[in-house]
C-alpha cells in the first residue's frame, strides 16, 4: 500500500486531529489577545503584534468554522422535512395507483401455496469455476420474455442468515404477479458458512416453480485482494449472472437489484422501475434506481435508543431524495442495469468497498464523470431493526451491542470518502482513472467534466460525503470543547469573535433540534402509509396471517413517543459518533474490519422436515 492510499484512507482521522489542535490552539489561552504588553518590554512592537495578531486569527478561523459546522447541521434536518414531506406524498400516489395489467401478463395461477417444494427443476450450483448452469435459461427467456420485457435480476446476499427470514423475504417476492415472467433471483451464499449449500438447495426446490428462475451462487473464501463482506459476494454473484445473460440483446433490459436478506419489496417497487426504466429510455443505460427505506417491522419490540438510531439512519437516506437533488446515494437496497454493471467494471471487493451502497454509487459517478442519473422508486423498502430476540435486561443490552457493532460497520465506511477525493483529484486534473478496471470513462466524458453542471454536481457530492462521515464527530467535538470552555472562562474575559461565535452557534444548535422533532413529525405519517400499504399487499397475498405481529404501528401515548424522540442526541453519539471516531482512528493502523452478521429477529420456525433436509444436505 502506497502512502497516498494511506493518507486518503486517513482523511477523516486527519480531520479529527486537526480540529483538536485549533480547538486547543484557539481556546487554551483566551485572554492572550486582550492582555496588555509589559512596560519594561523593550522588544520590538512589531513581533509582539505580530504574536497577538497570529493568535487572533487562529480565533478568526475557530469561529467561523464552528459557525459554518453548525449551519450544516441545521441544514440537514432542514433538507430531512422536505424530503420527507414530498416522499410521503409520492407514497401515497404509488400506493393509490393501480399498475398496469400489461406488467402483469402470464400470471402464475392463484392456487399454489408460496415456498411449496417443487423438483420438476433441479437446483443450479453456480459456485464452480466454469459458472456453468443447468437451467436452459435462454428457452426461458424465448417462451416467458418477449422484446421489451425487463429481466429483473435480484441479488440477495447473506451470510449465516436464518432460513426462515429468507423465506419469508422470498414469500414476498413469490406473491408479487410478475415473478414468474420476469424475476430472476440470485441467492448470493458465502463457502465461509457451513450451511451454506445445503440451505441454497432447499430454498431453490422449494421456490422454483415462483419465479422465472431461481439459482444461487457460492462465494469462495480467502481470494486474493479480497475482504469477506457484502460487495465481495455481491461481486461474485453478479460476475456469474452476467455470464447467463451475454446473449441479451439490450443489457440495459437487465437490472440487476441488490437488496439484503431481511428485505421486503413491495411489487409496485418492480413496476415502477419498469415504468421509469421504459419511460426514460434515453438515459437507462446509465441510471441507478434508489428507494426510500423504512424501519416498519420490529421496530416496536426493539430497545427505544436502536429505534432512535435507525430514525436517524434512515433520515439520513431519506434527506437525498429530495425534488432536483443532484446527489442521490442509495442506502442498502438499490437497482442498476447491466449495462452499467458493465461499464464501471462490476462491485469492488476490497476494504474500501465495505460501505458497499455508497461505494457502487461512487464507482459509477466517477466512471461517469458526473454523467450518472439516480431516480428515486417511491414504494419503500421495508427493513427490521437489529435485535437480539431475547427478552428482558439481557436481551435489551445484547440489542444495544448488537446495534452498535452494526454502526461500527456503517461507520467503517468512512474508507470512501478517501476514495471519493482519490477519484475527485484525478478527475478535475484530467486525467481520467475511475478505477482498477479496464471500463473506465473515456477522456471526451471527462474533459465535458469542465461545465458548470457538473462541477456544481461535485461540490453537492463533497458536502455529502462529509455530512455522511466528518459533520457529527466535528460538531460533537465543538460542542463539547465550548461547553467546558464556557463554564470555566467568564464572559468578559473570553476573545468577542469565540464569543459570539458560540453564542450563535448556541442559536443554530437550537434551531437544528427543533426542525429535527419537526422531522419526527412528519416521520410519523411517512411510517403509517408504509406500515398500512405494506398490510393491504400482504393481505391481499394471502400471507397477512404469517406476519403478524410484524408490522410496527405507532404504540403508547403520543407524550411518551416524544419524550423518546427528545433522547435522538443520545442515540446519535452512541451510534454514530462514538463508532465513527473509532472507525476513523483505527483507519490509521488497519483497513481491515472483521466482518460480522446484524443480529435480526426470527420471524418463525420452519418445519421439522426442512430443518432435517438442510442437515441431510449438509452430510
Not at 477 to 488: D, E, P, V
Request: with cysteine; net charge positive; charged share 20%.
Amino acid at each position: 500500500m502506497g502512502l497516498r492510499t494511506w493518507a486518503a484512507r486517513c482523511i477523516p482521522g486527519f480531520s479529527i486531529l486537526v480540529l483538536l489542535a485549533l480547538i486547543v490552539f484557539a481556546l487554551t489561552d483566551p485572554i492572550q489577545s486582550i492582555r496588555p504588553l509589559p512596560e519594561q518590554d523593550t522588544s520590538p512592537k512589531e513581533s509582539v503584534l505580530h504574536s497577538d495578531s497570529r493568535q487572533g486569527l487562529v480565533q478568526y478561523i475557530f469561529a467561523v468554522y464552528n459557525l459554518f459546522i453548525h449551519t450544516l447541521a441545521l441544514l440537514a434536518p432542514l433538507r430531512f422535512c422536505w424530503s420527507l414531506w414530498h416522499i410521503t406524498t409520492e407514497v401515497r400516489n404509488v400506493v393509490a395507483k393501480r399498475v398496469p395489467q400489461s406488467l402483469f401478463a402470464g400470471l402464475r395461477s392463484t392456487n399454489r401455496t408460496v415456498g411449496s417444494p417443487s423438483a420438476s427443476i433441479s437446483p443450479v450450483d453456480t459456485s464452480s469455476e466454469s459458472g456453468s448452469s443447468e437451467h436452459d435459461t435462454k428457452e426461458c427467456q424465448d417462451q416467458r420474455c418477449g422484446e421489451g420485457m425487463i429481466r429483473h435480476a435480484i441479488l440477495l446476499p447473506n451470510y449465516k442468515e436464518d432460513v426462515d427470514n429468507l423465506r419469508e423475504t422470498l414469500d414476498v417476492l413469490a406473491s408479487h404477479a410478475q415473478a414468474r415472467i420476469s424475476y430472476d433471483v440470485w441467492l448470493a451464499m458465502e463457502e465461509a458458512d457451513p450451511k451454506a449449500k445445503a440451505t441454497a438447495w432447499v430454498l431453490v426446490e422449494a421456490y422454483t416453480v415462483f419465479f422465472r428462475t431461481i439459482q444461487y451462487t457460492i462465494h469462495p473464501s480467502g481470494l486474493a485482494g479480497e475482504v469477506q463482506g457484502k460487495s465481495s459476494n455481491i461481486s461474485w454473484a453478479a460476475n456469474t449472472a452476467g455470464r447467463t445473460y451475454m446473449d441479451m440483446k439490450s443489457k440495459r433490459d437487465c437490472i440487476f437489484t441488490v437488496m439484503d436478506a431481511d428485505t421486503h419489496l413491495s411489487a409496485n417497487y418492480f413496476a415502477e422501475l419498469s415504468a421509469k426504466h421504459f419511460e426514460f429510455s434515453n438515459t437507462a443505460e446509465t441510471t441507478i434506481y434508489a428507494v426510500p427505506i423504512i424501519f416498519d417491522r420490529n421496530a416496536h419490540k426493539v430497545p427505544a435508543l436502536v429505534r432512535l438510531s435507525d430514525i436517524v439512519w434512515c433520515a439520513a437516506g431519506l434527506s437525498g431524495l429530495y425534488p432536483g437533488s443532484t446527489i442521490v446515494i442509495p442506502t442498502s437496497v438499490y437497482s442498476i442495469p447491466l449495462s452499467l454493471v458493465e461499464i464501471v467494471g462490476g462491485w469492488d471487493t476490497g476494504a474500501e468497498a465495505i460501505g458497499e451502497d455508497m461505494h457502487m454509487y461512487l464507482k459509477c459517478y466517477f466512471a461517469l464523470a458526473g454523467h450518472l442519473t439516480t431516480r428515486v422508486i417511491y414504494s419503500p423498502a421495508s427493513q427490521s431493526n437489529v435485535s437480539s430476540g431475547k427478552p428482558g435486561v439481557r436481551g435489551h443490552m445484547e440489542s444495544l451491542k448488537a446495534r452498535y457493532r452494526q454502526a461500527m460497520r456503517h461507520m467503517w465506511g468512512a474508507l470512501d470518502f478517501g476514495y471519493a477525493c482519490k477519484q475527485a483529484a484525478w478527475l478535475i486534473s484530467g486525467y481520467p482513472r475511475g478505477g482498477t478496471h479496464k471500463h473506465t470513462y473515456s477522456k471526451p466524458i471527462a474533459r465535458s467534466f469542465s461545465r458548470c453542471t457538473r462541477k456544481l454536481s461535485l461540490i453537492m457530492l463533497a458536502h455529502r460525503m462529509f455530512e455522511a462521515h466528518v459533520l457529527t464527530v466535528h460538531l460533537f467535538m465543538l460542542l463539547l470543547s465550548s461547553a467546558i470552555y464556557q463554564l470555566i472562562t467568564p464572559p468578559e474575559k473570553t476573545p468577542s469573535v469565540v464569543l459570539t461565535s458560540m453564542e450563535v452557534a448556541g442559536m443554530l444548535r437550537a434551531a437544528a433540534f427543533v426542525t429535527m422533532l419537526c422531522a419526527f413529525y412528519l416521520y410519523e405519517p411517512y411510517h403509517a402509509i408504509c406500515v398500512h400499504s405494506r398490510e393491504e399487499e400482504m393481505r391481499r397475498a394471502r400471507l397477512y396471517d404469517r406476519m403478524q405481529g410484524n408490522f410496527s404501528k405507532p404504540c403508547g401515548r403520543s407524550l411518551i413517543r416524544w419524550i423518546l424522540y427528545l433522547m435522538f442526541p443520545v442515540a446519535g453519539i452512541m451510534f454514530v459518533t462514538l463508532p465513527s471516531v473509532a472507525a476513523q482512528m483505527s483507519h490509521f493502523f488497519t483497513d481491515k474490519l472483521r466482518y460480522e452478521v446484524s443480529k435480526k429477529p426470527k420471524v418463525g420456525s420452519s418445519d421439522f422436515r426442512e430443518k432435517e433436509d438442510i442437515e441431510k444436505s449438509m452430510d
